[in-house]
């Protein structure tokens, strides 16, 4: 029997780093070997591709594989600079291509397409350090369109990473001056008190075109008023699958999460995350590449169905080599 070769990228030079290499190494370790041969490429936090341990070209690296499964969170990977080389290569690969990636990695971007669909968020409004303001300025500007707590965060960064809380409008002028000084940019969201909700969805997976995986409820640390960078890398969130929602909470976790699949021209599949509370779903993010890291939510919702991580990259190749 002839096998596939897939080629698996990981690595980066993001701040989601260590996260990209336990995704790849999910990847590479759950694949069929009387099926799959796979070749793990490592790009450094300098960019500099390798296979088998030697430094190689970015084109020579892909070479001879009949697919990519990208596993580079944050940074290149999402933010459809990969797509886009890829795209040249001609190789295959499973994920959204250049369009979808680089709309759901720029928060401000993705605010921007899921309020023209009509899809509920929470308030927000976007700075940057070319705006002609101050911090102080800026401050009240967000508070003559909607009042505290307030959500500052980095609208290209993943994992909750430069995620900061301003209870008071006090706070709010140095927390955005801080995030503006970091990365540039910053995202003030009205903070809603909720549930942490993730829902999966997959093209043309069991028979329906847009298949969303039961929604995980994310039951955070105790004392924790959102996700934290901590708790992602330490594995610290407990997803539970199935969740304690109601069917017509699940229905619209569901609804939502394809609307948005749809909206940011996402492919093959995508990982919606969202806060419910008692009066309604708020959409916050989007991800093109959702982890398979342990801890991470995509695992426990396929488990829900009986389904595995093979199962979804097996489907997530066929999809790529369509």
């Given amino acids: 029997m002839v096998r ?4 698996v990228l990981r690595g980066g030079n993001s701040s989601e780093y260590d996260l990209s290499l336990k995704t790849g190494a999910a990847m590479l370790a759950q694949l069929p070997e009387e099926r799959f041969d796979t070749r793990d490429i490592f790009i450094d936090k300098q960019g500099i591709w390798h296979l088998r341990g030697m430094p190689v070209s970015s084109s020579r690296a892909v070479q001879q594989l009949d697919v990519i499964l990208n596993a ?57 350090l070319e705006d002609n303001l101050n911090t102080a300025q800026m401050a009240q500007a967000v508070f003559a369109s909607f009042g505290p707590p307030y959500v500052v965060k980095p609208p290209r960064e993943g ?13 709010l002028p140095d927390i955005i001056g801080d995030v503006l000084d970091a990365y540039g940019q910053a995202l003030v969201e009205q903070f809603i008190r909720g549930e942490h909700v993730s829902a999966g969805v997959i093209d043309d997976f069991r028979g329906e075109e847009l298949y969303v995986l039961p929604p995980a409820y994310q039951k955070l640390p105790e004392g924790a008023r959102f996700i934290e960078p901590h708790h992602v890398r330490s594995a610290a ?3 539970k699958v199935p969740s304690h929602f109601s069917h017509e909470e699940k229905q619209t976790i569901a609804d939502m999460a394809r609307a948005a699949h749809r909206a940011l021209g996402m492919e093959h599949f995508s990982r919606a995350d969202m806060i419910k509370t008692p009066r309604a779903v708020y959409l916050l993010e989007v991800n093109a590449v959702p982890g398979l890291y342990e801890g991470a939510s995509l695992p426990p919702m396929l488990e829900s169905i009986g389904s595995s991580v093979p199962e979804f990259l097996e ?3 066929s999809l790529a080599r369509r």
């Fill in 159 to 171: 994992a909750s990473l430069g995620i900061r809380i301003a209870d008071t409008l006090l706070d």
């Fill in 4 to 7: 596939t070769i897939v080629g």
């Fill in 72 to 128: 580079l969170h944050g940074g290149v990977g999402e933010d459809g600079s990969l797509q886009r080389f890829l795209d040249t290569t001609g190789v295959p690969y499973a994920g959204s291509g250049a369009v979808g990636s680089s709309s759901s990695h720029n928060k401000i971007r993705t605010h921007e397409l899921l309020e023209k669909a009509g899809i509920h968020m929470p308030n927000w409004i976007a700075f940057s």
């Fill in 315 to 317: 489907h997530a190749i």
């Fill in 237 to 239: 969130l407990e997803h």
